[in-house]
Structure formats: C-alpha cells, structure tokens
C-alpha cells in the first residue's frame, strides 16, 4: 500500500526561551478499518472540565469562515496535557488557530503553553481530516482554543452543503452552533436535515429572510445526555446545512467586492446533451464480495438512467481485457438489460490490467468517431471502477498515464473512481484532471454503492461544453480558470479575480457556450460598489469573502497543477507560489503549515516538506511573486459590435446600407397585440417576428407601442426562442428551458449555424414611470447568410436595394433637412433625423444620422407594412412575399 498520507505540523517546545522543533509523522492512518466516527475524542485530558464549545460560521456568497472555540479547565491536581481535535472538511484551509491559557496566578498567555502539538492528519473519514493538538499545562489553568478555517461550498446536485463534526466528548454547560448565511441573490431553499439523532430533531432552528439565514443549534446540558440518568454526551456527529440560492438569471450572477470579482454560472433547465459512456470495472480478485456487489448493484441504477439518445458500452477488465459489445451500442431497453446480466455474471479473480482497459475503452470512442456516429454536441467519457493499483500489463502509473493522454481526443473525457484505499488516488486523480474529468474516492463500507450513484448523477446530465467566460481586455486580472470542458445539471462554475481599477462603475462578463440544440452567449453586468455598500449592513456577513475566495480558487488550482508539473524545478516555483499567496491570505495549505507566533514575537512558517520531515522547518525567503494565468485561459474582448439593422424603441427601423454607407430609418404605426415579421426565410427555415405591446399611458395623444416579445424561430432543428422583458424561454421541442434576464440592463446575442447573428436588447424603465414600459431592441446582423427566399421588413434589406438621396435642402425645422429618395422606383420624400442605437450606451443610447422615410415605410419596404403582420409567433412570412 502507498500511502500519500498525512500532513504533518510541527511540535513545538517552548522552553526558557528556546525553540525545539521536532516533527511527528502520524502513519497508516488510511486504513479501511478507520470508521466514519473516530473515536478519538475532541477534548482529551481525564480531570478536566469543558466550560464551553461553540461553533460559528459565516458563510457570504458561498465562502464560509467558520470558527471553533472551547474553553476547558484542567480541574485536576497535576499538570497534565489536554488535547483539542476538530474535524474539519477536506476542501477547507485553517487560517488561525489560538490557544490561550490562564495559569492559575491570572497570567494569560497566547498561542503556547509549557509545550504544544499541532498535527493535521489527512483523510481518516469521508470528506474530513483531523486537526489536533495539545498542550501541556498546570492544575487550575484555564485553556481557550480557537481555530478558524475556511472553504468554498461546491454545489452538488442542486444545492450547497455545509458540514461542522461536532464532537464536544462530554456533556458541556454551553454548546452551541450558528451558521449565518447570507446570499445577495436569495436563498431559494434552506434546511439542516438531523442527522445527529431523534432527540435533537426540535432543537435545529432555521430562521430566513431574504437573502439571509440563521440556523441555531443550542441544545442545554440536560438535553445533551444520551439518556436520561447518562453523564455521556449523545452530541457526535455531523451537522449539516443545505442550501442554494435564487438564480433569477440563467447568465449567472457577477459578483464585485473588496477589489475582486466572483462570477457564478449554474443554469438549469437546459436540455441535457446526449452522451457517449464507456464504463470500464475492474474486476480483479480483489474486488471480489462485498465490493463486485456494490459495483453491480450501482450498475443497475446508472443503466437505467441512461436514455435512448445516450451510448454505451462496457469494458471489464483483470489481467485480460473483455468487452460487453466492442462497438457503443444506443441505450434501448433491450441492450440495457443485457448489460445488466452481463455485469450480474461477472466472476473476479485476476490481476489488475488498467493500461490496456483504458487503451481498449478510448479506442472504441475513436472508432465511432472515425466512422461518423458520434454526435458532435454530444459529450463522450470513460467511467473507470477500480479498486487496486496496477499488476499485470504496464504497470509504471506515469507510463500509463501518458498513453491514456497520447490516445485521448479533446472531446472525450475520463473520470475516475477508486474504491478504498488499496488504490493510488493520487493517480487516478492526476489521470482524470488530466483528461478533462474528475476523480472520486469510494469508501468501501456499507453505502459503497449509493456513493457510486450519487457520484454518477453528478456526472450524468452535462448540460453545456466549451463554456467560456470572458471579460473585457483590461478590466480584471489574475483570473482563475475560465474555460470548461463541461457543465453538468446541479453543479456550479465559479471563476474569480481581481477588478482593475477603472473609471467604470460596472464589471460586464461574457459567457459563451454550446447547448444541447444550439450555442448560447450571455452577459452579466455588476455594479462595482453596491455589493460592498450591501455588506457593511449584514451583520453577520464574511466581508472579506471575494478575496479570500480568490485565493483559495487559485490555490486550489496551483495544487493540482503541482501534482502535474513534469520537473522538480516547476514543482518547486508552483510551491513558492503557494507558500506565498497562503501566507498573504492566512491558509494552512497542505504545502505550508501554521505560523507559530509565540510571546516573543518571533514567527516562522513551518512548512511541510515531505520528504525529509527533519528539515521541514524551512525558512520563507520571500521571492517576487508573479502569477502567470494557466495556459487555458484565452482572454478575449468581444469583437466591436458590427453595422446592423435594428429595431430598437417605439418601434423605429434602422436600416444600414453598407453600399450607399448610410442609414435608412422608418416606423411602423402598428397596434398593440399585432405580430410584425422582422425576417422570415423559408429557404433556411428562420422566422423572426416581434409582438407589440403599448404604453402605459397616451404620450402627446399617441399611443406608443414598444417590441413586448421577440421570437426566433429555427425550423430544422425546431428550436423556438421566445423573448419578452420577463424572461427568455428556449423550446427545443423537449424541453422549454427558461432564462432570466440579469438585473441590470442585459441583451442576448443569438447566432444560428455560426452564419446569422441578433442580438436583442431588454430596454427597462423604472417601475412606476407612468408612461414607459419595459420593451426589447432587436439588432440583426447585415452580413447574415440567409437564402435567397428571405424576406420580412429586415429581411428585404440583405439584398441591398439601389438608394440615391439628392436635392438635399432646409426643411420646415431648421435642424432637419430634407431630401429625396430613390428607391425600388420610388420617389420619396426623407428627412434627416437622429436616432438611437442602444448597443454600446445602454440608457442614453448612441446617436445614428438616417434618412428618415414617413408613412411607415412606404416606398422603401416592398409592399404595405400590413403585409408584414403575422397570425403567430413562429409564422412565416406567406410565400407570395418572398422573392418580390
Ligand atoms: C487569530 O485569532 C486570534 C484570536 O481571535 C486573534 O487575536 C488574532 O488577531 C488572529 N490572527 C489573525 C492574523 O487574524
Ligand atoms: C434515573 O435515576 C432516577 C433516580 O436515581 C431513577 O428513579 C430513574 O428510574 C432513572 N431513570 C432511568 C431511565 O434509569
Ligand atoms: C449514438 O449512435 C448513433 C448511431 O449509432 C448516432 O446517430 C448518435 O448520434 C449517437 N449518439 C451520440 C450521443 O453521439
Ligand atoms: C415556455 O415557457 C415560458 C414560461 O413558462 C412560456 O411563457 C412560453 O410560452 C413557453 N413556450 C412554449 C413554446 O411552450
Ligand atoms: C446618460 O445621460 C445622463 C444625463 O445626461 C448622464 O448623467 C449619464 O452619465 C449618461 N449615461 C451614460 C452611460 O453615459
């Protein structure tokens, strides 16, 4: 067995003035056999009274500070050593941890006694490590701990989970739990299932408003018993707060605090993208009872999720390779229950040959490719089960791990599940990051094959790929990772950095992405200060969280690209880079340690140096710290908007003729409720029609009528996108997937077949203007590749009509000249007016010189504008209109 194990700290010795350090190495702690409850208790010592043990954590915007304090007496007659152990998850890093102690002449004293320990020991139970120490102190003395650490929640299947150990060890007069959530968006849902025993069920009290919670546990001394006439504490276990947020906006939610910026990206309600599975178990000697059990039984269930547009196959392998079918066969109810007996008849025994079983499962997805069956917007992976290193076959993991990557395209990727710990996780996790999936760990005790599922589900509904998220050149920068292979259903992308100072008082994200139908952009916009004004009112709120959060992303990151580095030299500089970035932001990181201030002032970093623990007390020469992003970060700006033909506000036209190089503008005097054909081409299938809507109220004796909803439609695909200032709704003809707009002015870019391009503009008054309402701009691209058949009052204009304007003379206002057009053999009076073009200002709008044509168009739109009036929302223009 090979144990990456445990994460040593030092011991520190403070003794007249003189500092010891020495090192304890906890080993094997990784067995199987470690359960989930560790007995070890969380305050030891035999004499000693616990006085109090209050956990209090401050979770803003996903981030979470939690603290930990107890204070204890040692009430025996001799000195004696007290221990102190929290559990803490995994993902989290501590950033402080004090101990103060009042000997019995009232001396108080910070961070060290006669001598004590700090260790943190890694992965003895699901999810959580150990951090304990202790320190040795006279009878009477008083010792306070108090231990800070911080994490960010992961969204797993719809929600936030947030998990405390409590483990008190004895009946203690105070107890109690606070988590104080605050959310700027809303909490949509929020509740602490018990999880610590029946009795407790009434004493968890969640309290929300807005976008804040407060969930309490305080439970007395008496109710803490186990039973009725115990002295034993029945609080041990785990706490848990589950949570998510409002999301009134599929484009995510832009956040800009403290001088940095967090972009959230979970949207739902998308069609999930088919998939191509191979799953590849390990059926080897070693996986035989209990473990070959579990894998069926979770088998059974990731079978039957898999839908008809999915395929699949399966790859078992022991020393010898075999396949369930050599080719992905569809998911039908009849391959899928042929699977199933296979895998039910399955015998281990044998060695463990995962080169070749990886190298048989990529091939197969190479062959559908090659032969043209693999949808391109679908998403294709390899599931590896397995529970032991190699034996059989190439055994060398990095020689194994660069053939995988040789073979592997872009476009697939590997996920990786190790079950116990007879397996080298570091590998499978190196193997999986590598290409483009995740690693799990599954604990083989009872609930082996629910984890199995679980960890499936994460994985079984990508809903985007290649998604980007973007900003503008120059207005962030040290940006974490932001682009993605996949998105998955319930899950969440986070992308973090810092805002560079600027004039702006808005940040504005980009985010592009391909769907199950079509490819998706979206924009957020985030006003610079607001989120800082909010939090200085919350009062349990974790001010610092945008930044901290930065940095914990970008640590996380350096992590993993350290295990991935190819030289001890780029392993050691991603380190340095670590070290620094932990201390400037106050993280035990598993590369540093604590910093040990003791009372005279002196600190050092005693860092974790695996492989010669004696000289893990290393001094930090600071070094100039320089971020480099990772090299898949490709900023871009977006390409200046283009000259377009636009209906923005009222609704008035703007036609750009690219040939005679001006514009051309009219309005259409249509009514309220009536259904205007913007572009409709039979030949590829499109359709875009806008629904008017009025006015609050009669502006000068006219009733203003706006664009309410805007509706796209693309026959061959049967996609219908429905716009209004409510929201955006997506008909893929499965699903009708709906999208808010964000809060703050937005527009939706809309590109169909990479060739035809609109954008449409949501226009918002404020709410009690008595006149206005909310109303939609359209701008369509003029270098769009419609048919020839295309039509429709923009549509017309992609063949640009021959347009001369002469006898240019004063009108009857003097600032509007007046002119004469020439078009389609029309003669027409024009005059010269401003109007506006929102796309780059959004409220004042930029201004446009056009030649103005009156009478709705007359003479330059072909026919009457009531041609142009449509029964429904995807009706095509009749086809006597096309080709005039
Ligand atoms: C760590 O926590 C202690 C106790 O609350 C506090 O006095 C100290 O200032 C903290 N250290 C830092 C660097 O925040
Ligand atoms: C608890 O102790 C009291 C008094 O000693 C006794 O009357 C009672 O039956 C005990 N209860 C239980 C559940 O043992
Ligand atoms: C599944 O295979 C069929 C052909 O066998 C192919 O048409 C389909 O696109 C494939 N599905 C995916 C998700 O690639
Ligand atoms: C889709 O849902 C939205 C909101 O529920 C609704 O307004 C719209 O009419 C629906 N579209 C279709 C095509 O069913
Ligand atoms: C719009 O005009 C107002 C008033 O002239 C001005 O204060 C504001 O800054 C303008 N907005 C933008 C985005 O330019």
Same mark, same amino acid.
């Given at each position: 067995?090979?144990?990456?194990?445990?994460?040593?700290?030092?011991?520190?010795?403070?003794?007249?003035?003189?500092?010891?350090?020495?090192?304890?190495?906890?080993?094997?702690?990784?067995?199987?056999?470690?359960?989930?409850?560790?007995?070890?208790?969380?305050?030891?010592?035999?004499?000693?009274?616990?006085?109090?043990?209050?956990?209090?954590?401050?979770?803003?915007?996903?981030?979470?500070?939690?603290?930990?304090?107890?204070?204890?007496?040692?009430?025996?007659?001799?000195?004696?050593?007290?221990?102190?152990?929290?559990?803490?998850?995994?993902?989290?890093?501590?950033?402080?941890?004090?101990?103060?102690?009042?000997?019995?002449?009232?001396?108080?004293?910070?961070?060290?006694?006669? =001598? +004590?320990?700090?260790?943190?020991?890694?992965?003895?139970?699901?999810?959580?490590?150990?951090?304990?120490?202790?320190?040795?102190?006279?009878?009477?003395?008083?010792?306070?701990?108090?231990?800070?650490?911080?994490?960010?929640?992961?969204?797993?299947?719809?929600?936030?989970?947030?998990?405390?150990?409590?483990?008190?060890?004895?009946?203690?007069? %105070?107890?109690?739990? @606070?988590?104080?959530?605050?959310?700027?968006?809303?909490?949509?849902?929020?509740?602490?299932?018990?999880?610590?025993?029946?009795?407790?069920?009434?004493?968890?009290?969640?309290?929300?408003?807005?976008?804040?919670?407060?969930?309490?546990?305080?439970?007395?001394?008496?109710?803490?018993?186990?039973?009725?006439?115990?002295?034993?504490?029945?609080?041990?276990?785990?706490?848990?707060?589950?949570?998510?947020?409002?999301?009134?906006?599929?484009?995510?939610? $832009?956040?800009?605090?403290?001088?940095?910026?967090?972009?959230?990206?979970?949207?739902?309600? &998308?069609?999930?993208?088919?998939?191509?599975?191979?799953?590849?178990?390990?059926?080897?000697?070693?996986?035989?009872?209990?473990?070959?059990?579990?894998?069926?039984?979770?088998?059974?269930?990731? $079978?039957?999720?898999?839908?008809?547009?999915?395929?699949?196959?399966?790859?078992?392998?022991?020393?010898?390779?075999?396949?369930?079918?050599?080719?992905?066969?569809?998911?039908?109810?009849?391959?899928?229950?042929?699977?199933?007996?296979?895998?039910?008849?399955?015998?281990?025994?044998?060695?463990?040959?995962?080169?070749?079983?990886?190298?048989?499962?990529?091939?197969?997805?190479?062959?559908?490719?090659?032969?043209?069956?693999?949808?391109?917007?679908?998403?294709?992976?390899?599931?590896?089960?397995?529970? =032991?290193?190699?034996?059989?076959?190439?055994?060398?993991?990095?020689?194994?791990?660069?053939?995988?990557?040789?073979?592997?395209?872009?476009?697939?990727?590997?996920?990786?599940?190790?079950?116990?710990?007879?397996?080298?996780?570091?590998?499978?996790?190196?193997?999986?990051?590598?290409?483009?999936?995740?690693?799990?760990?599954?604990?083989?005790?009872?609930?082996?094959?629910?984890?199995?599922?679980?960890?499936?589900?994460?994985?079984?509904?990508?809903?985007?790929?290649?998604?980007?998220?973007?900003?503008?050149?120059?207005?962030?920068?040290?940006?974490?990772?932001?682009?993605?292979?996949?998105?998955?259903?319930?899950?969440?992308?986070?992308?973090? =950095?810092?805002?560079?100072?600027?004039?702006?008082?808005?940040?504005?994200?980009?985010?592009?992405? +391909?769907?199950?139908?079509?490819?998706?952009?979206?924009?957020?916009?985030?006003? #610079?200060?607001?989120?800082?004004?909010?939090?200085?009112?919350?009062?349990?709120?974790?001010?610092?969280?945008?930044?901290?959060?930065?940095?914990?992303?970008? #640590?996380?990151?350096?992590?993993?690209?350290?295990?991935?580095?190819?030289?001890?030299?780029?392993?050691?500089? #991603?380190?340095?880079?670590?070290?620094? $970035?932990?201390?400037? %932001?106050?993280?035990?990181?598993?590369?540093?340690?604590?910093?040990?201030? +003791?009372? @005279?002032?002196?600190?050092?970093?005693?860092?974790?140096?695996?492989?010669?623990?004696? %000289?893990?007390?290393?001094?930090?020469?600071?070094?100039?710290?320089?971020?480099?992003?990772?090299?898949?970060?490709?900023?871009?700006?977006?390409?200046?908007?283009?000259?377009?033909?636009?209906?923005?506000?009222?609704?008035?036209?703007?036609?750009?003729?690219?040939?005679?190089?001006?514009?051309?503008?009219?309005?259409?005097? +249509?009514?309220?409720?009536?259904?205007?054909?913007?572009?409709?081409?039979?030949?590829?299938?499109?359709?875009?029609?806008?629904?008017?809507?009025?006015?609050?109220?009669?502006?000068?004796?006219?009733?203003?009528?706006?664009?309410?909803?805007?509706?796209?439609?693309?026959?061959?695909?049967?996609?219908? $996108?429905?716009?209004?200032?409510?929201?955006?709704?997506?008909?893929?003809?499965?699903?009708?997937?709906?999208?808010?707009?964000?809060?703050?002015?937005?527009?939706?870019?809309?590109?169909?077949?990479?060739?035809?391009?609109?954008?449409? &503009?949501? %226009?918002?008054?404020?709410?009690?203007?008595?006149?206005?309402?909310?109303?939609?701009? #359209? !701008?369509?691209?003029?270098?769009?590749?419609?048919?020839?058949?295309?039509?429709?009052?923009?549509?017309?204009?992609?063949?640009?009509?021959?347009?001369?304007?002469?006898?240019?003379?004063?009108?009857?206002?003097?600032?509007?000249?007046?002119?004469?057009?020439?078009?389609?053999?029309?003669?027409?009076?024009?005059?010269?007016?401003?109007?506006?073009?929102?796309?780059?200002?959004?409220?004042?709008?930029?201004?446009?010189?056009?030649?103005?044509?009156?009478?709705?168009?007359?003479?330059?739109?072909?026919?009457? !504008?009531?041609?142009?009036?449509?029964?429904?929302?995807?009706?095509?223009?009749?086809?006597?209109?096309?080709?005039?």
């Amino acid at each position: 067995m090979r144990h990456p194990l445990l994460l040593l700290l030092g011991l520190l010795l403070l003794q007249q003035g003189r500092c010891f350090v020495e090192f304890v190495i906890e080993s094997e702690w990784e067995k199987e056999t470690v359960s989930q409850n560790p007995k070890t208790l969380a305050i030891r010592g035999d004499h000693i009274t616990v006085k109090s043990y209050k956990v209090e954590s401050r979770i803003t915007s996903r981030f979470a500070h939690t603290t930990v304090r107890s204070s204890v007496v040692n009430s025996g007659s001799k000195a004696q050593t007290i221990g102190f152990n929290v559990q803490i998850p995994k993902r989290a890093f501590i950033s402080n941890f004090t101990i103060f102690s009042w000997w019995p002449e009232g001396r108080r004293q910070a961070s060290s006694g006669t =001598g +004590s320990m700090f260790l943190l020991c890694r992965a003895n139970a699901q999810d959580m490590e150990t951090f304990k120490t202790e320190v040795h102190v006279p009878p009477g003395s008083h010792i306070e701990f108090e231990l800070h650490y911080q994490e960010m929640m992961q969204r797993k299947l719809g929600m936030y989970e947030h998990t405390l150990y409590l483990q008190p060890g004895r009946l203690v007069p %105070h107890l109690q739990v @606070d988590v104080y959530i605050f959310e700027p968006k809303g909490i949509s849902m929020i509740q602490s299932p018990n999880t610590l025993g029946n009795q407790f069920a009434d004493l968890i009290h969640v309290t929300t408003s807005k976008g804040k919670a407060h969930v309490v546990f305080k439970p007395t001394y008496l109710q803490q018993r186990k039973c009725e006439n115990c002295s034993e504490t029945a609080v041990d276990g785990i706490f848990t707060v589950q949570y998510d947020v409002t999301r009134d906006n599929n484009a995510g939610e $832009l956040q800009v605090s403290d001088g940095h910026f967090v972009q959230f990206f979970a949207p739902s309600n &998308l069609s999930p993208l088919p998939k191509n599975i191979v799953f590849v178990i390990d059926v080897s000697g070693s996986m035989w009872g209990i473990k070959m059990k579990q894998t069926v039984e979770a088998m059974q269930a990731i $079978l039957d999720d898999l839908t008809i547009d999915d395929n699949f196959s399966i790859v078992d392998f022991n020393h010898n390779v075999r396949c369930w079918n050599e080719e992905l066969v569809a998911a039908s109810y009849i391959q899928i229950s042929d699977a199933k007996k296979y895998i039910q008849n399955i015998k281990p025994n044998g060695g463990t040959n995962i080169n070749e079983a990886l190298l048989r499962a990529v091939n197969m997805l190479l062959r559908a490719t090659n032969q043209g069956l693999i949808n391109p917007r679908s998403v294709s992976m390899i599931i590896l089960v397995s529970d =032991g290193d190699p034996t059989v076959g190439e055994i060398k993991l990095t020689t194994i791990q660069k053939n995988v990557k040789r073979v592997m395209r872009e476009e697939f990727s590997l996920f990786s599940l190790g079950i116990g710990f007879d397996v080298d996780y570091d590998f499978l996790e190196r193997i999986a990051t590598e290409n483009r999936g995740v690693a799990h760990r599954i604990y083989s005790n009872h609930n082996a094959a629910e984890q199995l599922r679980m960890f499936y589900r994460q994985v079984s509904s990508p809903l985007l790929r290649r998604i980007a998220i973007q900003f503008p050149e120059d207005t962030v920068s040290d940006v974490t990772q932001n682009s993605f292979d996949k998105y998955f259903s319930g899950s969440e992308l986070v992308v973090a =950095g810092k805002v560079q100072p600027s004039e702006s008082t808005t940040l504005t994200s980009f985010i592009t992405a +391909s769907a199950a139908r079509l490819d998706i952009a979206l924009q957020t916009e985030a006003d #610079i200060t607001e989120l800082d004004t909010e939090l200085a009112k919350q009062e349990h709120s974790f001010t610092g969280f945008a930044r901290q959060m930065w940095a914990y992303i970008t #640590i996380k990151q350096l992590i993993s690209e350290r295990s991935l580095a190819p030289t001890a030299v780029k392993k050691r500089k #991603i380190t340095q880079q670590i070290m620094l $970035l932990a201390l400037d %932001h106050q993280f035990v990181t598993p590369l540093t340690a604590l910093l040990v201030e +003791s009372e @005279d002032a002196s600190e050092r970093l005693l860092a974790d140096h695996p492989k010669d623990p004696r %000289h893990a007390c290393c001094p930090v020469t600071p070094v100039q710290l320089k971020y480099q992003p990772p090299p898949w970060v490709h900023m871009t700006t977006p390409a200046p908007p283009s000259p377009v033909k636009k209906v923005d506000n009222d609704p008035h036209f703007i036609v750009h003729l690219s040939r005679s190089n001006f514009d051309v503008c009219f309005n259409i005097d +249509s009514k309220p409720g009536q259904i205007l054909n913007l572009v409709s081409d039979s030949g590829t299938g499109l359709v875009v029609n806008g629904q008017l809507i009025r006015s609050k109220r009669m502006n000068k004796g006219k009733v203003n009528t706006y664009f309410g909803t805007i509706s796209v439609y693309y026959q061959p695909d049967g996609i219908s $996108l429905t716009i209004s200032p409510a929201s955006i709704s997506m008909d893929d003809g499965k699903n009708n997937n709906t999208f808010t707009w964000a809060t703050h002015n937005s527009h939706i870019s809309i590109t169909i077949n990479n060739n035809i391009h609109m954008m449409v &503009l949501l %226009h918002r008054v404020w709410k009690k203007n008595p006149v206005s309402v909310d109303f939609l701009g #359209i !701008y369509i691209a003029n270098d769009n590749q419609y048919s020839p058949l295309v039509h429709g009052l923009i549509g017309q204009f992609s063949r640009e009509p021959d347009v001369s304007v002469y006898d240019v003379h004063e009108g009857a206002d003097p600032l509007k000249e007046e002119a004469t057009m020439e078009v389609k053999g029309n003669r027409l009076q024009v005059t010269r007016g401003w109007q506006k073009d929102y796309r780059r200002d959004r409220t004042n709008g930029s201004n446009i010189y056009c030649w103005f044509v009156h009478n709705s168009g007359k003479g330059f739109i072909d026919g009457h !504008y009531t041609d142009y009036i449509v029964p429904q929302l995807n009706s095509f223009l009749p086809t006597t209109h096309s080709n005039v």
